[in-house]
């Protein structure tokens, strides 16, 4: 699985990540995380997870670049690279954009698609407390997500979104 550090208690030595394309936090423990590193909050990672007696658990935790992928990914996609039929769809604005973004869970699509928020260009545009107070209320009269996005998630957003333009 792959995911986000949310939050991490160095005095305790454990946190939460927050896993890609759902809402759900998962429990990690700072043993688990590579001996040379600290873990920080925007760090992405990937994982497994077991099962423990107090719930489900990270393990085996190591750290990715945003949007990396695993190897069998990478095989896959090779052959796909050189088309020519690839690049143009990518250059159009379209809802699929929003697939693109890492941090954007399908409830946060679904949110941002309500809100009339359609493409990463539309993300691109927003100011952050702008676009959070529209989310808010489409949220608040939609009941899209439990969880809606804080202003840290939206500027994160829209700093990723001016780097795809």
């Known amino acids: 699985m792959k995911g986000k550090i949310q939050k991490y208690f160095s005095f ?13 936090n998962i429990f990690f423990h700072k043993s688990n995380y590579p001996i040379n590193e600290i873990p920080a909050i925007g760090q992405y990672v990937e994982f497994s997870v077991i099962e423990t007696p107090k ?14 992928e695993t190897p069998e990914e990478q095989e896959i996609e090779t052959p796909e690279t050189p088309s020519t039929e690839e690049q143009p769809e990518e250059t ?8 693109q973004m890492p941090g954007v869970g399908p409830k946060y699509r679904q949110l941002l698609k309500a809100a009339q928020v359609k493409t990463i260009k539309d993300i691109a545009g927003y100011e952050p407390d702008v676009l959070l107070e529209k989310l808010l209320a489409v949220n608040q009269e939609e009941n899209i997500t439990k969880r809606p996005p804080t202003l840290a998630n939206i500027e994160d957003w829209i700093t990723k979104a001016k780097n795809k333009e």
Do not use: V
């Open 12 to 24: 305790r030595g454990y946190g939460f990540i927050e896993i890609d394309e759902s809402e759900d």
């Open 55 to 68: 719930g489900k658990e990270a393990q085996e935790i190591r750290l990715i670049e945003p949007g990396s």
């Open 92 to 99: 159009p604005a379209t809802e699929e954009d929003l697939d």
